[in-house]
């Protein structure tokens, strides 16, 4: 069992839909990672967060650090949005101590 | 573009060749990461330079040679790889990751036939 789980593997979602991913983790973390993978490869950080909430644009990520669960939501889904989302928690003082999960795979249909 | 720049974009390699991979950053940032992405898996932790010495080797083959010659390049060297070796292979860096996280190359797609 992979120490970071994301729901669901694979979502559809019409345009203009509300999407939200989740997250789970069963170690103890300083930060999670949003992280967003297009098909040509590149990541691009969405968030970083440790506690309670942030937003940019239509996206928003929650954490809650008690019951170790993330959920990152997209409101007014676009096609553009397809791509795979991972969770990535930072654990321990080490640099290298980062913690993938498998992703999920977004698709948003027009 | 995120800052981080990876040569080449696609790679494809026999098993008896020898390649490189390289990455570069102008981001000031004191750590460089490799990471390996195959189908189906999440991201593996390869390699972490921080201020050019290497201070995780996560149990990665010998046929993957590391290099940073300076905090804004890491190389990758490939010989004698296998197939399974076949992968996305993504650099990132980092500067105080605790406060401001990962930045992300857009990665080398190698195949090894």
């Known amino acids: 069992k992979n120490e970071v789980e994301q729901s669901p593997q694979n979502l559809t979602a019409q345009e203009g839909e509300f999407i939200t991913i989740n997250c789970s983790y069963s170690?103890?973390?300083?930060?999670l990672h949003w992280l967003q993978q297009h098909p040509g490869g590149g990541i691009v950080s969405l968030f970083m967060?440790?506690?309670g909430k942030k937003k940019h644009g239509r996206l928003i990520a929650t954490i809650n650090i008690q019951e170790k669960h993330s959920s990152l939501h997209i409101t007014a889904s676009h096609p553009r949005d397809s791509a795979v989302y991972i969770c990535?928690?930072?654990?321990?003082?080490?640099?290298?101590?980062?913690?993938f999960g498998k992703g999920t795979k977004l698709s948003v249909k027009p | 573009e995120t800052g981080v720049t990876q040569t080449p974009r696609h790679l494809v390699m026999g098993m008896t060749n020898k390649k490189s991979l390289k990455c570069e950053q102008h981001l000031g940032h004191n750590a460089m990461y490799w990471y390996k992405q195959s189908a189906k898996k999440p991201l593996e932790l390869m390699f972490v330079y921080n201020f050019k010495e290497q201070t995780e080797n996560n149990s990665v083959p010998s046929r993957f040679s590391p290099e940073c010659p300076n905090s804004s390049h890491l190389f990758l060297h490939l010989h004698t790889l296998q197939p399974e070796d076949s992968a996305l292979y993504l650099c990132?860096?980092?500067?105080?990751?605790?406060?401001?996280?990962?930045?992300f190359g857009s990665g080398t797609r190698l195949t090894v036939v």
């Open positions: 967060l440790s506690s």
């Open positions: 170690v103890g973390i300083s930060a």
């Open positions: 990535a928690v930072i654990y321990g003082g080490s640099q290298g101590n980062l913690i």
């Open positions: 990132a860096s980092s500067q105080d990751f605790r406060v401001y996280g990962y930045t």
